[in-house]
T-cell receptor, first 118, second 116 residues
Framework: AQTVTQSQPEMSVQEAETVTLSCTYDTSESDYYLFWYKQPPSRQMILVIRQEAYKQQNATENRFSVNFQKAAKSFSLKISDSQLGDAAMYFCAYRRPIYSGGYQKVTFGTGTKLQVIP | EAQVTQNPRYLITVTGKKLTVTCSQNMNHEYMSWYRQDPGLGLRQIYYSMNVEVTDKGDVPEGYKVSRKEKRNFPLILESPSPNQTSLYFC???????????????FGPGTRLTVL
C-alpha cells in the first residue's frame, strides 16, 4: 500500500523568506502523480502544484516549486518570498494515474501547518 | 462556474439517525471521491467512484455507503452514525483523463459533521 509521510507537523517562516516543506512516499509503481494542496483557515482545499513522476523536470508555479527526487521518493515544496497569505495547512498527496486502471485510491500525508511571521 | 458543491455544510445529529451528505459536480468529471479529515490524520479516503454505478472502497469505508446513479452526483450515506464519525468531510472530483490535469482533484467546501 502506498504511504505518504510529512514529518514536520508545524513550521514557521519569516515573511519574505523561503521555506521548504518535506514529503516522502512509498510506492512500487513507476508512474504516478504527486500533488501539494493548501488548506487555509477557510478549510477549502486548493491545489498548489502537481508533478508527474515520468517528468524529470521539477514543477514550478510562481513562488512555489518542488524538488522531486524519484529515486529517493521525496517531493518537497519550496515557497519563496513567503507572504502572510501562505499561512495554512499543506498536504502532500499521491495517486496512480486514472488511465492505468486498477485501484484508484488517493493517499494524503498528515499535513504541515505553516505559520508566516510578519 | 465550475464547482463541486456539498450539502449540508454543517450538521449536528444523534447516534443512529440516518443521514445523507450530498455531493454534486458540474464539470462532467468521471472520478468522484469522499474523504474525511481528522486532526493529525490528514485526509483519508472513504470511497471513490470511477463512473456511474462503479464504486470502490478507500481506506476507511466502514460505516459509510455511497451510490453513483448519475455522473454528477455522489452522495455519502451514514446509515447509523456514531460519535467516531464526527469529522470534516470532503467530496472531490477529477476529469479522469490522462495527464496531470485529468488526475487533479477539485474539492467541495467541506461538511462539518458532529454526531452526539
Amino acid at each position: 500500500a502506498q504511504t505518504v509521510t510529512q514529518s514536520q507537523p508545524e513550521m514557521s517562516v519569516q515573511e519574505a523568506e523561503t521555506v521548504t516543506l518535506s514529503c516522502t512516499y512509498d510506492t512500487s509503481e513507476s508512474d504516478y502523480y504527486l500533488f501539494w494542496y493548501k488548506q487555509p483557515p477557510s478549510r477549502q482545499m486548493i491545489l498548489v502544484i502537481r508533478q508527474e513522476a515520468y517528468k524529470q523536470q521539477n514543477a514550478t508555479e510562481n513562488r512555489f516549486s518542488v524538488n522531486f527526487q524519484k529515486a529517493a521518493k521525496s517531493f518537497s515544496l519550496k515557497i519563496s518570498d513567503s507572504q502572510l497569505g501562505d499561512a495554512a495547512m499543506y498536504f502532500c498527496a499521491y495517486r496512480r494515474p486514472i488511465y492505468s486502471g486498477g485501484y484508484q485510491k488517493v493517499t494524503f500525508g498528515t499535513g504541515t501547518k505553516l505559520q508566516v511571521i510578519p | 462556474e465550475a464547482q463541486v458543491t456539498q450539502n449540508p455544510r454543517y450538521l449536528i445529529t444523534v447516534t443512529g439517525k440516518k443521514l445523507t451528505v450530498t455531493c454534486s459536480q458540474n464539470m462532467n468529471h468521471e472520478y468522484m471521491s469522499w474523504y474525511r479529515q481528522d486532526p493529525g490524520l490528514g485526509l483519508r479516503q472513504i470511497y471513490y467512484s470511477m463512473n456511474v454505478e462503479v464504486t470502490d472502497k478507500g481506506d476507511v469505508p466502514e460505516g459509510y455507503k455511497v451510490s453513483r446513479k448519475e455522473k454528477r452526483n455522489f452522495p455519502l450515506i451514514l446509515e447509523s452514525p456514531s460519535p467516531n464519525q464526527t469529522s470534516l468531510y470532503f467530496c472531490a472530483s477529477s476529469l479522469g483523463t490522462s495527464g496531470s490535469e485529468g488526475n487533479e482533484q477539485f474539492f467541495g467546501p467541506g461538511t462539518r459533521l458532529t454526531v452526539l
